[in-house]
């Protein structure tokens, strides 16, 4: 008799288990698509900020006020967006130029010392792949998140 409950009380075991695993597979996949929509409502709300900024640059220009974009948009995300949209590998004054083709304007008055400091650190946090230019330099590109 005591056989025969344990044997049931296995198979109780083993369905609660397989009950389990079916329903975290599930909540697996439900949580997948939804980081996958997230991450593509963030890559569509950087590109509305970045025509924004050029936008209210532009027409901050055409009025005669200055825009700085210091508080506006930080420095990080600028850097990041400029490796994004271009594609390929940018060493650090091609980063500093493609911000100024981007819009972005700052009282800094050295500039391109930022620009080394924080494509440093966003090779330490994995965002961005240093690696050799062809001319000897050092160049940066935007690792794309891994789906």
């Given at each position: ?13 083993l369905q609660s288990y397989q009950s389990a695993l079916e329903g975290a597979k599930k ?121």
């Open positions: 008799m005591v056989s025969k409950i344990k044997g049931i009380t296995d198979a109780m075991n909540e697996l996949i439900a949580a997948r698509e939804r980081r996958e929509e997230a991450i593509k409502e963030q890559e569509e709300l950087e590109q509305r900020i970045m025509e924004l900024r050029r936008t209210v640059s532009g027409l901050s220009a055409l009025l005669g006020e200055e825009f700085n974009e210091d508080d506006e948009f930080g420095l990080t995300d600028s850097i990041r967006m400029a490796l994004k949209t271009h594609g390929g590998a940018l060493n650090a004054q091609q980063v500093k130029n493609r911000l100024e083709q981007l819009g972005y304007k700052t009282e800094s008055t050295n500039l391109l010392a930022s620009v080394h400091t924080i494509l440093k650190r966003l090779v330490l946090k994995e965002e961005v792949d240093d690696t050799m230019s062809s001319e000897g330099k050092t160049a940066y590109r935007w690792i794309p998140r891994k789906k």
